[in-house]
């Protein structure tokens, strides 16, 4: 059994744990330790088990406790190669051990404990975005979030997953209508933005196979969406026929896939 947690989403902060067996590894920082270690304890999952953290780009929303989480557990942070070589003063200011630094080049996997990663790149406003697709045994996890726009690869590494952790952070109405300035709505829906409703469920849309049976969306915004808004949006078009959850910000979600026969 793999078991899964979505410790939070959203603009205070995003973190996801996966677990097999007696090991775990965690994809992004962005809350406290303290906070992480109380919410990977309320999805029953033991945070001295977390093997490494994989960070996927630099804003506080991602990585704002990976350097405590560092220093306090010892654990190895991955992070894009080129972050490192760059020196870059987000990464620098997160005070990381240096010999627990690790670093990953993007479609190239590695390896920690039973877990096989591919990082991908992603269209974003932050230097090496990146997010990841997760192998354990025959199951197939991806979390993509953080985009303005859906490639060809990450389509398929969505395609692919059993379990996919997607974004939708904005309504589009809601973004037109809301109070934010011209110019940070113009870069929210960029092409290094953000997913909006439509982008997750068009891609769902586009799935053919039976493989892909979980979807979580994730990254709503608390300005410019709403979990009413995006559940009524797919029910008038949403066409893929798996099970969707939708994620509240900051709150949690748990779940399990078995290592049976994929379909």
Known sequence: MIRYAVLGSGSSGNSY?????????????????????CRAEEAQFDFSKVGALCITH?????????????????????????????????LVSLRIPSD?????????????G??????????????SSMWFSVGIRNRQFAIITDT????????????????????ANYDELMLHEGPYPYMLKQRIQGVTGHLSNRDAIQLLNTCTTDRLTDV???HLSKVNNRPEILAEHCEQH???KGKHTICEHGQLYCGSVD???II
């Open 17 to 37: 744990l996966i677990g097999f067996q007696e090991e775990s590894v965690l994809f992004d920082a962005g809350f406290s330790l303290k906070q992480m270690q």
């Open 58 to 90: 630099l804003h506080p929303d991602h990585c704002r406790g990976a350097g405590v989480f560092a220093r306090k557990t010892g654990k190895p942070v991955f992070v894009h190669r080129a972050l490192v070589e760059g020196s870059l003063k987000e």
């Open 100 to 112: 627990q630094l690790r670093v990953f080049s993007h479609n190239e996997p590695f390896v920690v």
């Open 114 to 127: 039973a877990f096989t990663i591919t990082a991908f790149p992603t269209s974003h406003d932050s230097p």
């Open 148 to 167: 303005g726009k859906i490639d060809d690869t990450m389509k398929q590494h969505a395609l692919d997953s059993d379990v996919l952790f997607l974004e």
């Open 216 to 218: 979580y969306f994730c």
């Open 238 to 240: 949403l066409t893929w």
């Open 259 to 261: 290592l049976g026969e």
